[in-house]
């Protein structure tokens, strides 16, 4: 049975009679039978109908979906079927041991109850009839035969919800779903899908246009971000079955409140977004939009301003992708390895990126852009992470919130490669809440939890959370870290972040303690996130923190730092003030536009920051990029370095960043 709908003569077209005695207005396009093989009803073109609008009444598990949709603003039948099936993302570009490769959806969402791939869904099916004839298809003759098996009472139903979205100007996406069992209605919208063969597409340029309106721009109190509230339909609107996440997990027995939305991959994984916050409700919203940022990573692709060059000819426009940071030249010399330099006269793909400040744009190449592979694709450059990403409802929030993570990133491991000498902070009677939220953790986890001053050269707030405690033979020490231009804000971010990590290790450490046993004697085997969170975890690793833990170390009282991090009233001057202290310290700051039309659904922004030279967070000991950044060795740093004589940063063990 072919994917594509199938056109049906007018003797099998008993919705579209029932919808006419109804009063709603005739659809441009009409689509009845299973969820991915429907069939196309023949629809009277006489001038009086919906201009766009379509109607699908599709049958999936138990379940009738009546949507209403326009082709050219999204929320397809196309996009509901990839939605509610497989839901599969491409492959990122991961070291040894990472997701698995996983098939790209079919074009209408999965394959056909007999098993092939549908086919592209505005081509014509093979040997399917012509529009217009008269002989029935398979399709259709099945799409009658469910209509009829749902009876009287459930057609009526369907007439009436379909009727009522047709004629009550509900948006493109507008779903209504019937249980057959119960006949229990449930409402909701389906978003625009990214790449939708059945979506009429839209351009996709890396160009970041900033100047949001000003509503856009002043701040909530307090906060880094905008005054104008989320929409607070933001959770259930993707969350959903018919969305792009599932219900949310909650951990119930952690110190801090947390959230996690998962984003499902080719081998039945879930790239995780996580959310952290001081209660449940914001946590999920965390979560779902920390989710939407990794979904964006995968499924952006730049269709506008493409240059086809070398880095020879680009020239100065360039961002060489050395200067992001290189892996080590006995890596790349491996034939196993993954990755693969950019070659010296090499040509391949560039997008433009927009220099924050003054400048032409720059072109970066697009391998760098995000960390998926696509089919067909050359090597990536390096190991890639989402370093830098970050969502907003302007491009300035959103590339403020990126910056801050660049910072946050380049901060930890600079202390972490150059063993720093951090001022550790001093609380004080104004920091009661973030003292108490200290207690809390330490009281639930058994663990003491002290804050270090990470603000480097930039002077840029950053805060470094160190979770210990004495144990023999349990994890006993856990790092994170917290950016913000609020240092209490940056502090509280990092105790968070440490609490839940330790939470999750502590709890699954005995089932894993072989595989951390084997780390500790092969740091080669250290390849993800939580093996650089288990490793740093040992007892035998906790020497490892030592030049955190040195005595007679300087400190610094929280309310010092935060008198000496003013910060503006809007976001657009956030955005000058953190531009200003980097190009201080000699970098540069480029931004590329990778909204997608989901985020673009509801409002939101995402762009990806670069600031070439700052250290990237990886996460795989053989897949560190220290090569090509000046600052791991030249950098002015207003702290001590107790790097051993003789000792460089590729000498010292995995970085225990979760």
């Known amino acids: 049975m072919s994917g594509t709908p199938t056109q049906a003569p007018p003797t099998e077209a008993p919705l579209a009679a029932l919808l006419a005695g109804a009063g709603a207005p005739r659809p441009a396009e009409l689509l009845l039978g299973p969820l991915t093989g429907p069939a196309r009803l023949p629809v009277a073109d006489d001038g009086a109908g919906a201009p766009g609008r379509g109607l699908a009444v599709l049958f999936w598990r138990g379940g009738v979906h009546v949507l209403a949709y326009d082709r050219a603003e999204g929320g397809c039948p196309q996009c509901l079927c990839w939605f509610l099936t497989r839901q599969v993302t491409p492959r990122p570009a991961m070291p040894y041991g990472e997701p698995a490769p996983g098939d790209e959806p079919a074009p209408y969402g999965g394959p056909t109850p007999g098993g092939e791939p549908a086919p592209h869904a505005h081509e014509p099916a093979p040997n399917a009839a012509p529009p217009n004839t008269a002989p029935a298809s398979p399709a259709a003759a099945r799409a009658e035969a469910l209509w009829r098996g749902l009876g009287p009472a459930l057609q009526g139903v369907v007439?009436?919800?379909?009727?009522?979205?047709?004629?009550?100007?509900?948006?493109?996406?507008?779903?209504?779903?019937?249980?057959?069992?119960?006949?229990?209605?449930?409402?909701?919208?389906?978003?625009?899908?990214?790449?939708?063969?059945?979506?009429?597409?839209?351009?996709?340029?890396?160009?970041?246009?900033?100047?949001?309106?000003?509503?856009?721009?002043?701040?909530?109190?307090?906060?880094?971000?905008?005054?104008?509230?989320?929409?607070?339909?933001?959770?259930?609107?993707?969350?959903?079955?018919?969305?792009?996440?599932?219900?949310?997990?909650?951990?119930?027995?952690?110190?801090?409140?947390?959230?996690?939305?998962?984003?499902?991959?080719?081998?039945?994984?879930?790239?995780?977004?996580?959310?952290?916050?001081?209660?449940?409700?914001?946590?999920?919203?965390?979560?779902?939009?920390?989710?939407?940022?990794?979904?964006?990573?995968?499924?952006?692709?730049?269709?506008?301003?493409?240059?086809?060059?070398?880095?020879?000819?680009?020239?100065?426009?360039?961002?060489?992708?050395?200067?992001?940071?290189?892996?080590?030249?006995?890596?790349?010399?491996?034939?196993?390895?993954?990755?693969?330099?950019?070659?010296?006269?090499?040509?391949?793909?560039?997008?433009?990126?927009?220099?924050?400040?003054?400048?032409?744009?720059?072109?970066?190449?697009?391998?760098?852009?995000?960390w998926v592979r696509p089919p067909g694709a050359r090597k990536p450059f390096f190991y890639d992470t989402s370093n830098g990403f970050a969502l907003g409802q302007s491009p300035e929030e959103a590339t403020l919130h990126g910056i801050l993570e660049i910072v946050e990133r380049d901060a930890f491991l600079l202390t972490w490669y150059r063993r720093l000498l951090l001022p550790e902070l001093r609380l004080g009677p104004a920091d009661r809440e973030l003292r108490d939220l200290l207690e809390r953790v330490e009281?639930?986890?058994?663990?003491?939890?002290?804050?270090?001053?990470?603000?480097?050269?930039?002077?840029?707030?950053?805060?470094?959370?160190?979770?210990?405690?004495?144990?023999?033979?349990?994890?006993?020490?856990?790092?994170?870290?917290?950016?913000?231009?609020?240092?209490?804000?940056?502090a509280e971010s990092a105790v968070f972040e440490v609490a839940a990590i330790l939470s999750a290790v502590v709890h699954s450490f005995e089932e894993n303690r072989e595989r951390a046993l084997r780390l500790a004697e092969d740091f080669r085997l250290v390849r993800t996130m939580a093996d650089h969170s288990l490793l740093g975890a040992l007892p035998t690793s906790r020497e490892w923190f030592d030049f955190l833990d040195t005595p007679d170390r300087p400190e610094l009282s929280l309310a010092e730092a935060t008198a000496s991090s003013p910060v503006a009233a809007t976001l657009d001057g956030d955005l000058d003030e953190v531009r200003a202290r980097i190009e201080a310290v000699g970098a540069h700051v480029y931004v590329a536009d990778v909204t997608t039309p989901e985020l673009r659904w509801r409002g939101l922004e995402c762009t990806r920051t670069f600031v070439p030279g700052f250290l990237p967070m990886t996460f795989g000991h053989d897949t560190r990029r220290l090569v090509g950044l000046p600052r791991l060795d030249d950098a002015r740093l207003p702290y001590e370095s107790l790097l051993p004589p003789g000792q460089t940063p590729a000498d010292l063990p995995p970085h225990p960043f979760p």
């Open 443 to 490: 009281i639930v986890t058994g663990f003491r939890v002290r804050l270090f001053w990470a603000a480097l050269d930039t002077g840029i707030p950053v805060v470094l959370a160190l979770a210990q405690r004495a144990s023999a033979s349990g994890p006993c020490t856990f790092v994170s870290t917290g950016a913000g231009l609020h240092p209490r804000a940056a």
């Open 159 to 370: 007439v009436g919800l379909a009727a009522r979205l047709l004629r009550d100007g509900h948006p493109a996406g507008a779903l209504a779903t019937v249980d057959r069992a119960s006949g229990a209605v449930q409402s909701g919208q389906v978003p625009p899908r990214a790449g939708c063969p059945g979506c009429l597409p839209s351009a996709a340029t890396t160009e970041v246009v900033f100047g949001a309106v000003p509503e856009l721009l002043v701040k909530a109190k307090g906060t880094l971000r905008g005054r104008r509230p989320l929409p607070p339909t933001l959770v259930s609107d993707y969350v959903a079955p018919h969305a792009l996440f599932r219900e949310p997990l909650v951990d119930l027995d952690g110190p801090v409140p947390a959230a996690q939305v998962g984003l499902p991959l080719g081998n039945g994984d879930l790239e995780p977004g996580i959310g952290r916050s001081a209660s449940f409700t914001a946590s999920r919203r965390t979560a779902v939009l920390e989710g939407l940022e990794r979904y964006t990573g995968f499924h952006f692709r730049p269709t506008e301003g493409i240059v086809e060059a070398s880095l020879a000819d680009l020239g100065a426009r360039a961002v060489d992708p050395r200067t992001l940071g290189y892996h080590a030249e006995e890596s790349y010399a491996r034939e196993d390895f993954p990755f693969a330099p950019l070659g010296k006269d090499e040509v391949v793909r560039w997008v433009p990126v927009t220099p924050l400040g003054d400048g032409p744009a720059r072109h970066l190449p697009e391998p760098a852009l995000t």
